[in-house]
């Protein structure tokens, strides 16, 4: 794994102690623990294909998630945040029809021994594909239950072997005047950017997105692979990633660039800090119609045994 190859030098060295390799492996054998807990009980977690894409090949009930109900597909695809495809929650699937997602290569690049490009039909063909079902929670306050299909980031990461100086992973998102209309205004400083410490990249939770509901995934939700880490707010999971780059500084993220007051680095989801503009405590469920109940947010969105070790140490409301 990577993080043994960190040198005692590294600013972030002291967070890598062999409690927090225990923690992680832990919380896998919890995870699989509850995989059997799901398959046990009759709401299993993999749910009925929907949509008329493609199916996702070998899906696998990765047990993470099993008890939520998922939110209906037609809420999932409807209302969406793509500002590539324009600002409105329905802009997204409105503007997503000359969208192609093949043929599509991603390159990965930067701190790594093995740099070099993979095909998105590579990618399908070479990950065993796994279903999770995560809550996940946005920014604007509002919270979808979607079941995911896709793999660890980890999985893909290893492959390109990151070397010690790759602190950070960026990502990158494709821009296409032609396909994405909204590229042709500057909305956002495009390509639109974001990224993750390391050790939160190789994180098992943290996954790379291939489908949703049993099937390939929509445009408006970021086809053909988009980024998902569940304990953090909607906008780190970044849609239609064409590059991943191995860092050693910090980078730079769309939101943090746009308005660093208000959306940080780390963006993970903690109701004790609120949004300038809004609460964090509170989210409403998308798809409960005009009298949803607003629900309390709970720290790292449920995943604290999974994730807090990561944070240790860090004061939370500077690190935001
Ligand atoms: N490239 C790109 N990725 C993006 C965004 C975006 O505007 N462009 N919006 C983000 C935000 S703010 C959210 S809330 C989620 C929404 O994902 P969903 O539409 O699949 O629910 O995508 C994130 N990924
Ligand atoms: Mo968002």
Redo the contacts with the bound molecule.
């Keep these: 794994m990577i993080i043994k190859t960190r040198k005692t030098s590294d600013v972030r060295s002291s967070e890598i102690t062999p409690e927090h390799f225990f923690q992680q492996r832990r919380s896998i054998i919890k995870a699989a623990m509850a995989s059997i807990a799901a398959w046990q009980l009759p709401a299993h977690a993999l749910v009925e294909p929907q949509g008329n894409l493609p199916a996702i090949p070998n899906l696998k009930d990765s047990g993470i998630g099993g008890g939520l109900s998922p939110t209906e597909y037609k809420h ?1 695809t409807s ?6 495809f324009g600002t409105g929650k329905d802009d ?1 699937k409105k503007n997503s029809g000359a969208f192609k997602s093949r043929p599509w290569t991603i390159s990965v690049e930067g701190e790594c021994d093995a740099p070099g490009e993979i095909g998105i039909e590579d990618i399908f063909k070479l990950i065993d594909q796994e279903e999770r079902v995560y809550r ?1 929670r ?3 306050a509002w919270a ?1 239950v ?1 079941p995911w299909a896709g793999f660890s980031l980890a999985t893909l990461l290893k492959r390109f072997k990151p070397n010690s100086k790759a602190k950070y992973v960026v990502f990158e ?1 494709l821009v296409d005047k032609e396909m994405m209309p909204g590229t042709r205004r500057k909305i ?1 400083d495009w390509p ?1 950017q ?1 990224g993750l410490r390391i050790d939160e990249a190789m994180h098992p939770l943290s996954m790379l997105v291939t489908g949703v509901y049993g099937k390939e995934l929509p445009a ?3 086809a053909p692979l ?1 980024l998902m880490v569940p304990w953090k ?8 990633i064409v590059k991943i780059k191995f860092v050693e500084k910090q980078p730079a993220t769309t ?1 943090e660039t746009m308005a660093a007051d208000e959306y940080g680095f780390y963006a993970n989801v903690n109701p004790m800090v609120d949004h300038p503009r809004w609460t964090q405590a509170f989210h409403r469920n998308i798809g409960e119609g005009l009298f949803a109940s607003r629900d309390e947010t709970l720290m790292f969105n449920g995943y604290s045994d999974e994730v807090a070790d990561l944070y240790r140490g860090m004061d939370l409301t500077k690190f935001y």
């Design positions: 999932v209302y969406n945040n793509f500002y590539e997204p996940f946005c920014v604007e979808m979607v998102t956002l639109y974001e408006q939700n970021g988009r707010y909607g906008f780190k999971s970044i849609k239609s939101w």
